[in-house]
């Protein structure tokens, strides 16, 4: 039985997906203020909307409701997603004479031999490094349900690739 830890540094999403996922924040913010607000205007109309028109008062609902999204931005970017961002994703891989298994905090994925249906390429990205997927499921299906993730910085990453790979084949 061979363990090998994985240790992957927190990864700092690119500038490019932070402003496009600020972006569709403050919209899907906006949208929903927006709808809320002028839904209750049309049920509810005052004075003032009876007065100024629809028109006028859905522009003046629009502005306001960026201005509150992007309020809503800032407060919860604070609060959300610093700890997620700055923890350690560290697990180990067990490998065993019949079975490879991902031991993660708080789950674990594992493969057996001769079940061995995919193994596929994972490509980086601003928040996950490059690798492997082992599965004993389609590459669709183990995208879906999860899959053991061999990164190929791990020193024995080639020993565990060719090691899947004979499982596959011998099956």
């Known amino acids: 039985?061979?363990?090998?830890?994985?240790?992957?540094?927190?990864?700092?999403?690119?500038?490019?997906?932070r402003v496009l996922g600020a972006f569709i924040v403050v919209l899907m913010f906006a949208a929903c203020f927006f709808l809320v607000r002028f839904g209750l205007s049309i049920l509810f109309p005052t004075a003032a909307v009876r007065h100024s028109g629809i028109d006028r008062f859905a522009s003046e609902m629009a502005v306001s409701s960026i201005v509150w999204a992007f309020g809503m931005l800032v407060i919860f970017s604070r609060t959300w997603n610093k700890p997620d961002r700055d923890r350690r994703r560290d697990f180990?891989?067990?490998?065993?004479?019949?079975?490879i298994t991902a031991v993660y905090p708080?789950?674990?994925?594992t493969v057996h031999k001769r079940k061995i249906?995919?193994?596929?390429?994972?490509?980086?990205?601003?928040l996950r490094p490059s690798g492997i997927g082992i599965?004993?499921?389609?590459?669709?299906?183990a995208r879906t349900l999860g899959f053991v993730f061999?990164?190929?910085?791990?020193?024995?990453?080639?020993?565990?690739?060719?090691?899947?790979?004979?499982?596959?084949?011998?099956?």
């Open 106 to 109: 708080g789950s674990r994925r």
């Open 117 to 126: 249906r995919s193994i596929f390429e994972i490509r980086a990205s601003s």
């Open 1 to 17: 039985m061979d363990t090998y830890e994985v240790r992957i540094d927190p990864l700092q999403p690119k500038l490019r997906h």
């Open 92 to 99: 180990n891989i067990v490998v065993e004479a019949d079975s």
């Open 135 to 141: 599965s004993e499921k389609t590459e669709f299906a």
């Open 150 to 171: 061999v990164p190929d910085s791990l020193p024995e990453f080639d020993k565990l690739k060719r090691l899947a790979e004979s499982w596959r084949e011998s099956g």
